[in-house]
């Protein structure tokens, strides 16, 4: 039996997604195993994600008002690429074969769903004031990523701009998160007009 302080790190880590009990238990032995510095910093880090905010343009996660792309006018201000979650972008931009602006959903439309809490709206009112050329769907290759690409592109569509969907240099069913930086520059050098 640990210690109750053990016990409770390792509840704590086992709370998060992808990491079991076992995995919990591990961590927080390893983490005992550092020296003060190490934890003290990592205490501080974890501390500081509460200070992080949303963009309020693109709604990825941000230090200010803006997120560093949005903040970056070297990139290509006339092109969105449409994403499902933060984590979307970071796989994105590994690649290095996108220079434009981002959008983030914050999720996808499923099945009986409205999507009435994505940031749909929004993206509709971006493009229309920052005259935007190109919107690019980076949903995930699933059911509702496609769902809801669809459902974006007959609402775009009366507006007149290009607008196209990553190529299918990922397989149906895989999430950008987990994709290698290969496949997904290959799926943005593919992407097809909808």
Same mark, same amino acid.
């Given at each position: 039996? %640990?210690?109750?302080?053990?016990?409770?790190?390792?509840?704590?880590?086992?709370?998060?997604?992808?990491?079991?009990?076992?995995?919990?238990?591990?961590?927080?032995?390893?983490?005992?195993?550092?020296?003060? =510095?190490?934890?003290?910093?990592?205490? /501080?880090?974890?501390?500081?994600?509460?200070?992080?905010?949303?963009?309020?343009?693109? %709604?990825?996660?941000?230090?200010?008002?803006?997120?560093?792309?949005? *903040?970056?006018?070297?990139?290509?201000?006339?092109?969105?690429?449409?994403? /499902?979650?933060?984590?979307?972008?970071?796989?994105?931009?590994?690649?290095?074969?996108?220079?434009?602006?981002?959008?983030?959903?914050?999720?996808?439309?499923?099945?009986?769903?409205?999507?009435?809490?994505?940031?749909?709206?929004?993206?509709?009112?971006?493009?229309? *004031? =920052?005259?935007?050329? /190109?919107?690019?769907?980076?949903?995930?290759?699933?059911?509702?990523?496609?769902?809801?690409?669809? %459902?974006?592109?007959?609402?775009?569509?009366?507006?007149?701009?290009?607008?196209?969907?990553?190529?299918?240099?990922?397989?149906?069913?895989?999430?950008? /998160?987990?994709?290698?930086?290969?496949?997904?520059?290959?799926?943005?050098?593919?992407?097809?007009?909808?």
């Amino acid at each position: 039996m %640990y210690p109750k302080a053990f016990q409770k790190l390792i509840k704590n880590l086992a709370s998060l997604p992808s990491v079991g009990p076992k995995m919990a238990e591990r961590l927080v032995l390893f983490l005992f195993k550092q020296d003060i =510095e190490k934890i003290r910093d990592f205490a /501080e880090n974890l501390l500081e994600i509460k200070n992080m905010r949303i963009c309020h343009r693109c %709604y990825n996660i941000a230090e200010g008002e803006l997120c560093e792309y949005c *903040k970056d006018d070297k990139r290509d201000q006339h092109s969105i690429c449409v994403v /499902e979650e933060p984590l979307d972008i970071i796989s994105l931009e590994r690649t290095k074969a996108y220079q434009g602006l981002y959008h983030v959903l914050g999720g996808v439309i499923q099945v009986g769903d409205s999507g009435a809490e994505l940031k749909i709206p929004e993206l509709i009112s971006r493009i229309e *004031k =920052e005259k935007i050329t /190109e919107v690019i769907f980076a949903t995930n290759p699933t059911t509702e990523g496609d769902a809801t690409a669809l %459902y974006l592109k007959r609402k775009i569509q009366p507006l007149s701009i290009k607008i196209t969907r990553l190529g299918r240099g990922l397989s149906t069913g895989a999430d950008l /998160e987990y994709a290698d930086e290969l496949t997904i520059s290959e799926a943005l050098t593919n992407r097809k007009v909808l």
